[in-house]
């Protein structure tokens, strides 16, 4: 262990274990303001309005965490690329956090001061935590520097629950459509002696509603916790394992003739998970108190991908030579066809790509399929600590929080691409010999190395205060600054050394980020604030590896030794006003964040290929409105977000399935242009949410919510001027906008017995969330269809065809349950 971190321990544990043996053992509500992720998030306490959830309204929506975001939270939009319920890209104004390896994470996560973006990418996996043990859920908006890395556009803290704040004991059990199952199981309390108990677990199953997509997840969570008048001290401890399968995107004519088809299978995540955390609060005197935490955690991903070898697209793939055949005999295999054998009479060619795979000479050719394997290590560890000081300075009243923190974390990933053959159900069959995996030995003057071997090593160091200051009763300003040195240390074992081809670099990142806020209050039923805040992220590893346009990489499966990219850097400038009547609560709000040196993700095809770049300037802006209250039996909200995504600089990338790409003909590759004022993929410039909620009488809740989105341009669109032709380019290269209704009734026939019902997507809507610009390898049969063009030949390649595909949203769904609570 690291000396910096084992000081945070040492100092941590002392603090707490000294200041606990004077204390009075009396449990007492220690209330602490909410400005850093250690601290409960609270309204006005941030820079920036936060929007918080409860368990019980979590519960009451009768889904997922990422669902209740999806569906009730202002601002939230989902890309469904994976088409997992476990799996989603979370969305809020434009950034992201998800669960690819990949994505360009511009949102951190937190559970009880932890920060749940993993070492290895910063991604975000929705399905390791724990459901049942959520206590409330925190979105914070804007470029809060105390939130530090990732918090480009936002954070989101988890805080989870214990024996004092949730005692009894909780059983729900619910039956959907696709054959869901889900279990939940809670129990807490006081155990006497000051101690408190919880304990909690979820289990998930389905078939999923495409084709190949079952899944399996559980969870469980535990807290041990002790608390008197001046100090609380809790020990938590979580562990997940989950089985998920996503079909991803498909292609536009293959999706209308079946929208629950796959376009390759498999699409495998495992994911072993485990969080120890203690996290402790002292109350030195009235106005003196200090928060720490220290936590490890250890997570194992492995992934299982058959994938579209789209070097394969623009190759005859069909009639086995003579030495093939001579290979094909020796190895023993029968059945191929002497002569003759060609895309009309063979859909789903094979045999060239076993006798490839032999001879050792073009399987990267060959083989239309490729089995793409990762593995995943990650451990971590660290410690934050931090000082509150109330105090009154000239007669004005003073808050000021000083804290430091230190992460360590390492990561292993391997992984391997093994040549193979697509087969009619659209699965991928290895093939094997000398040949099979893509290694760059082949006799190919386009064989390609696909190994990896990486050791990453990352640490991060942040200092980081706020002082929130009564300027007078009614208005009160925060000054927060944070200062974060990341460093990362990548280590190829394939190609150590460094220099062409070698993965090793040590790279080292500082950023000093500051904010501003105000918040004026002048009665109970009005109020403004307004901000400025900036914020920053440093390259992950997978992006520093991965960001030369000339050797694109299939992300997650491969990497190349590049340039370090620049970190990001936010700035967020946010302001509103808000009020209270009769019942009623009401917030309209303008935001601006433009990045500096944002990192993109440039994607060549379906697969993945593509790479990393800084661009210039990007910006996110807007306009929100929220309403919301109760009156009588009737509750409702409505959230509208107008967002406007633009690149703000310049910029030329690679367009392979853009028609207005500057390739030499139709359906060759090219690049595109990006001009200033062009639309961000992926991002709608309109997001309204409505719920009403009605209690007939005391033991009947009923519900109907919408969620409406306008439409998104397609990731390989960036310049937003794709215009489909029929033949070469197919589809329109953006979604169009939707909306989606769910409705809810539960029942409570006696205390503690409620039986619930769930209509998601009541009018049963097709729609897609995300779309991808990218060469097709169907034809409109749904065979496998190589060189779809005879002619023109260029330089030796042949056109492709390019269509759109897309993420498609799920259908109709019935879901019926019961919780009990004693």
């Not at 000051?194 to 535990?222: I, T, V």
Request: glycine share 12%; hydrophobic share 35%; aromatic share 8%.
């Amino acid at each position: 262990m690291s000396r910096a971190l084992l000081l945070a321990s040492a100092a941590t544990v002392a603090i707490f274990c000294a200041n606990a043996a004077h204390a009075q053992e009396q449990p007492a509500d220690i209330v602490v303001t909410a400005q850093t992720p250690l601290a409960d998030v609270g309204e006005g306490a941030l820079p920036f309005p936060a929007q918080t959830a409860s368990d019980e309204q979590i519960e009451a929506s009768h889904g997922t965490l990422t669902d209740y975001l999806r569906r009730m939270t202002g601002g939230v939009f989902v890309n469904d690329v994976q088409n997992n319920p476990l799996q989603p890209d979370i969305n809020y104004r434009g950034f992201t956090a998800s669960p690819l390896l990949g994505t360009p994470q511009g949102l951190s996560v937190y559970m009880d001061g932890v920060r749940l973006n993993q070492p290895f990418g910063d991604v975000v996996s929705w399905d390791l935590i724990p459901k049942s043990a959520i206590r409330s859920v925190s979105l914070v908006p804007g470029s809060n520097p105390l939130f530090g890395r990732n918090s480009l556009g936002g954070a989101l803290s988890v805080r989870t629950k214990d024996g004092l704040s949730d005692p009894g004991v909780e059983l729900e059990a619910s039956l959907g459509s696709f054959r869901r199952r889900t279990l939940e199981a809670q129990a807490g309390g006081a155990i006497g002696g000051g101690f408190d108990l919880f304990a909690s677990g979820d289990y998930f199953r389905e078939r999923g509603w495409r084709q190949f997509s079952p899944s399996e997840a559980g969870q469980g969570f535990g807290k041990l916790g002790w608390s008197n008048v001046t100090t609380r001290i809790a020990l938590s401890g979580s562990y997940a394992d989950t089985d998920l399968n996503g079909n991803g995107l498909q292609e536009q004519r293959l999706l209308a003739a079946d929208r629950t088809s796959a376009y390759t299978k498999p699409d495998n995540t495992r994911n072993r998970a485990g969080l120890v955390n203690l996290t402790g609060r002292h109350m030195f005197s009235d106005t003196v108190s200090f928060s720490g935490n220290l936590f490890w955690r250890k997570i194992k991903t492995r992934t299982f991908n058959g994938d579209i070898n789209d070097d394969a697209l623009g190759e005859n793939v069909y009639q086995p030579s003579a030495a093939e055949r001579a290979a094909l005999t020796a190895a023993g295999i029968t059945g191929f066809p002497l002569s003759g054998e060609t895309q009309a009479n063979t859909p789903f060619p094979r045999f060239r790509c076993i006798a490839n795979a032999l001879l050792n000479s073009e399987p990267n050719e060959k083989c239309n399929g490729l089995i793409n394997r990762s593995a995943t290590d990650q451990q971590e560890r660290g410690a934050t600590g931090e000082f509150t000081l109330n105090s009154s300075i000239g007669g004005v009243a003073n808050r000021f929080t000083f804290g430091v923190g230190y992460v360590d974390s390492r990561a292993d990933f391997i992984q391997t691409s093994q040549f193979g053959y697509l087969t009619s159900d659209r699965g991928i069959v290895a093939v094997t010999g000398p040949g099979a995996f893509a290694d760059g030995t082949q006799d190919s003057e386009n064989a390609f190395d696909a190994r990896v071997d990486l050791h990453g090593h990352t640490t991060g160091f942040s200092v980081y205060g706020v002082d929130s200051i009564d300027l007078s009763p009614s208005l009160k300003i925060d000054l927060s600054g944070r200062f974060d040195r990341t460093t990362i240390h990548n280590r190829d074992r394939i190609t150590p050394g460094g220099g062409t081809g070698s993965l090793d670099g040590d790279h080292r990142f500082d950023k000093l980020n500051p904010a501003v806020a105000l918040t004026w209050s002048p009665s109970a039923s009005f109020g403004a604030d307004a901000a400025i805040a900036q914020t920053s992220r440093a390259p992950s590893a997978i992006e520093l590896g991965c960001s030369d346009p000339e050797s694109p990489c299939r992300l997650p499966n491969a990497l190349a030794g590049d340039p370090p990219l620049k970190q990001v850097v936010a700035t967020t400038v946010e302001a509103g006003i808000r009020g209270t009547r009769s019942g009623i609560a009401w917030r309209l709000g303008v935001f601006r964040t433009v990045n500096r040196n944002d990192i993109m993700f440039v994607a060549d095809d379906a697969s993945g290929f593509g790479y990393f770049r800084n661009f210039g300037r990007t910006r996110r802006q807007g306009v929100e409105a929220d309403l919301g209250g109760t009156v009588g039996p009737v509750r409702f909200s409505g959230h509208y977000t107008f967002l406007d995504a633009t690149y703000r600089s310049a910029e030329i990338v690679g367009g392979a399935g853009n028609s207005s790409n500057d390739g030499p003909a139709p359906g060759f590759e090219g690049d595109i242009e990006i001009a200033r004022g062009d639309h961000i993929p992926l991002v709608p410039r309109h997001i309204a949410k409505a719920s009403l909620g009605w209690d007939p009488v005391r033991q009947v809740s009923l519900s109907l919510d919408m969620i409406a989105v306008s439409g998104v341009y397609a990731r390989g669109n960036e310049n937003n001027a794709h215009q489909p032709d029929g033949i070469y380019y197919l589809g329109e290269g953006r979604t169009r906008g939707y909306a989606v209704f769910n409705a809810g009734v539960e029942v409570r026939p006696v205390k503690g017995l409620a039986l619930f019902a769930q209509v998601s997507n009541v009018l049963d809507k097709d729609y897609a969330t995300a779309a991808q610009l990218a060469a097709t390898a169907f034809d409109t049969k749904g065979n496998f269809a190589a060189r779809p063009f005879a002619a023109p030949v260029i330089d030796g390649e042949r056109p492709l065809q390019g269509s759109t595909f897309y993420a498609p949203g799920a259908p109709r769904s019935v879901e019926v349950g019961a919780r009990f609570r004693f």
